[in-house]
């Protein structure tokens, strides 16, 4: 589904690239967790992905389809077919949870539609259907400033799943929440990428969460791939590969 050929970035100023040579294939019902220290290029990743980022070496291609070289109104295409939930959820916080939700239509609309708020009755049962299987149903009036964080997530969840992608992409989505929280939101996570059969690409920390989720681990370190499997196979001396930590006690003293 997607394919990452010799993938490298360098920023301008920088002397070492923040990805290197990564090659990759990811495929339709893979559930991903990308690990690796802060800095290891976990989030230039996820945009090079969603053509946030342009590459300067390599090719990333979606169904055979250049993400790389696309023109922009062809990279608008390749981007309603990606979701994305982030760190601090991105809403905007005076309007409600459907409001927000709404937005995620907006890359299939008019912008003169998009001004004045003009939604379509199919667009609004889509919506409403989406904050309901995020478990938020009663609260679809609410306003997000008065959501609590796991709620917040809860509605990017369904802002990003309103636009219909093929492929989920999380930048660090639980970093904010607290541990009962981020489980409960890896939960939903799952559901939606097993029902609608996606592509799933989560950034996380926490490799505890990777482990219990994901159903293929990459780990990235200094921007290079150093691991690509299973959870099962990323045991202590892939931990301590990735952290650079001596102590892996805490994650691997007991089963996961
Ligand atoms: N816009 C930028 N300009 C220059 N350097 C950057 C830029 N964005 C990221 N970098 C550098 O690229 C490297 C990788 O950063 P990136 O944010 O992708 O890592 P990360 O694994 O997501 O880190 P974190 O977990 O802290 O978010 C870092 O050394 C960072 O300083």
Not at 13 to 19: A, D, H, I, K, R
Not at 71 to 91: A, C, D, P, Y
Not at 124 to 145: D, H, P
Request: with cysteine; charged share 25%; hydrophobic share 40%.
């Amino acid at each position: 589904m997607i394919e990452i050929r010799n993938l490298s970035v360098l920023y301008a100023g920088n002397t070492e690239e923040s990805l290197s040579d990564v090659n990759l294939s990811l495929q339709k019902g893979d559930f991903i967790c990308v690990l690796g220290k802060s800095g290891a290029g976990k989030s230039t990743f996820i945009r090079c992905i969603n053509g946030l980022q342009k590459p300067t070496g390599g090719e990333i291609l979606l169904d055979g389809k250049t993400i790389t070289h696309a023109k922009e109104e062809e990279l608008r295409k390749i981007r309603r077919e990606m979701g994305m939930i982030f760190q601090h959820f991105n809403l905007i916080p005076r309007l409600s949870v459907l409001q927000n939700v709404m937005t995620g239509t907006f890359g299939y609309r008019n912008s003169f539609k998009n001004l004045f708020g003009m939604f379509t009755a199919e667009e609004l049962k889509q919506a409403n259907s989406v904050i309901a299987e995020v478990g938020l149903a009663e609260m679809a009036n609410r306003r997000i400033e008065n959501l609590s964080g796991g709620q917040k997530q809860r509605v990017g969840i369904a802002r990003a799943l309103v636009q219909q992608p093929r492929v989920l992409l999380g930048d660090e989505p639980v970093a904010s929440l607290d541990p009962g929280t981020s489980d409960r939101i890896f939960t939903l996570l799952k559901e939606m990428h097993e029902r609608l059969g996606l592509l799933t690409i989560i950034n996380v920390h926490d490799i505890e969460l990777a482990k219990r989720y994901a159903t293929r681990i990459v780990a990235l370190k200094d921007g290079k791939v150093i691991f690509d499997g299973l959870p099962k196979d990323f045991k202590e001396s892939e931990y301590q590969e990735t952290y650079e930590s001596q102590s892996a006690d805490a994650y691997f003293g007991a089963e996961i």
